[in-house]
């Protein structure tokens, strides 16, 4: 199983991108990224997942360079609500032996 | 929202006595998971689910016991309650590991 590092916490201010990156150096052939967020009092939620170079959707940008040994999770313009915590997991999705393990994840402060 | 519900939603219980907590899903999901979340502490597994009757255990599986006699409930035991166990826990379901999680609403157990 991969192990992940990320910073533990990050400070931004509304409007501003915000880059998070996490390092997963033993990654696998067969293993995906996956983000996910966790706002105080409820439980995690997906946010994105990729396997190489660059995914998007309408909620952040997944940046994985082609060592896959880090990625990056991207947010434009954040606001208030997008303070959480944002966990990087690392695993092959369809191992069975992938136990859906989280880090300590990255507490992200966003001020006004 | 995926149908994942958590029961009870709120607890306190005695040193010593038994508590089952209770995850339901309607998504016919084969892996379910529960997680143990204290206060600003990322979450960590305690057991998993890959199949009715097939568990195993996670990160913090001591005191702990769990079991799925069908696809939609994963029952989590605590034998014999201790206040290190006081914390908030989690249920997720997902297709399979590494696929898109869903968690439950959490349940808060206070040991006194």
């Known amino acids: 199983l991969a192990k992940t590092t990320q910073p533990i916490s990050m400070d931004s201010y509304e409007g501003q991108e915000v880059n998070i990156t996490c390092s997963h150096n033993?990654?696998?052939?067969?293993?995906?990224i996956t983000w996910y967020q966790q706002f105080p009092s409820q439980g995690p939620r997906f946010i994105i997942q990729?396997?190489?170079t660059k995914v998007t959707n309408e909620v952040a940008s997944l940046f994985i360079p082609a060592d896959r040994k880090s990625s990056t999770l991207s947010l434009p313009r954040v606001s208030l609500s997008d303070t959480a915590v944002y966990y990087c997991?690392?695993?092959?999705?369809?191992?069975?032996?992938?136990?859906?393990?989280f880090g300590s994840g990255t507490r992200l402060l966003v001020r006004p | 929202d995926a149908g994942i519900t958590q029961s009870p939603r709120h607890k306190v219980t005695e040193t010593g006595t038994p508590v089952t907590l209770r995850c339901h899903q309607t998504?016919?999901?084969?892996?379910m998971y529960w997680y143990r979340q204290d206060p600003g502490h990322g979450l960590r597994l305690i057991h998993y689910?890959?199949?009715?009757?097939?568990?195993d255990k996670g990160e913090v599986s001591d005191g702990y016991s769990v079991s799925r006699s069908k696809t939609e409930d994963f029952l989590l035991t605590l034998e014999s309650a201790t206040s290190s166990q006081t914390s908030v826990y989690f249920c997720?379901?997902?297709?399979?590991?590494?696929?898109?999680?869903?968690f439950g609403q959490g349940t808060r157990l206070t040991v006194v």
């Open positions: 033993n990654i696998a052939t067969n293993d995906y």
């Open positions: 689910s890959y199949g009715v009757k097939d568990t």
């Open positions: 998504e016919n999901h084969r892996y």
């Open positions: 990729g396997y190489k």
């Open positions: 997991l690392v695993g092959a999705a369809r191992d069975s032996s992938y136990k859906l393990i």
């Open positions: 997720a379901i997902s297709e399979s590991p590494g696929t898109e999680a869903f």
